[in-house]
């Protein structure tokens, strides 16, 4: 049990960095839990979900920018979604940039979408950081914070395991429904 806990905490900080190089933030909340109950070190999580996140954003960022020819392939399938993120990043503008942060379905969209765009690179890189670096700290602390109801929640998910799938199918469906909706052809 010791062993699987210190490979927890060790493995753990590892997990936490690659996920939350795409984003992460199912991996920040479990951390968030994890260092409630113990496991983690709730300063080394927001740390490293914070540094992991800016750089990913950031890396996102230059691959649209600077190695368009190279990008362009992966980013064929994603043509609506990428005019998505543009309007938004017209109609948001460097707001944006932190709102996405806590939009799962575009948080990974929004960085190539402005990558493709003459934005400055020194402006995205500042904001980005601060986004991280407030993303990290509010996700983290109020998984942190709210350990207890998320442990009971899980508990109870534990009891009645048909409940995470019909969660996750309406999660998974309103994300589809809106993307559909927001990218109709008009």
Known sequence: MEDMLASLSTYGYLILFFYTLGGGMVAII???????????????????????????????????????QEFAPYLKKQRRNLALAQILFK??????????KYLYGIKTIIPIAIGLTKYPFMKFSIINVISAIIWAISLGLCSYYAGDFLMRVFEGIKKYPFIMPLIVFLLIGGIVLYFKKATKKS
């Open 30 to 68: 479990a951390a968030g839990v994890l260092s409630y109950a113990g496991k983690m070190d709730i300063t080394l999580v927001i740390v490293i979900a914070a540094i992991s996140n800016m750089l990913g954003d950031t890396l996102l960022f230059y691959l649209a920018r600077y190695s368009k």
């Open 91 to 100: 109609k948001h503008g460097d707001k944006i940039i932190f709102i996405q």
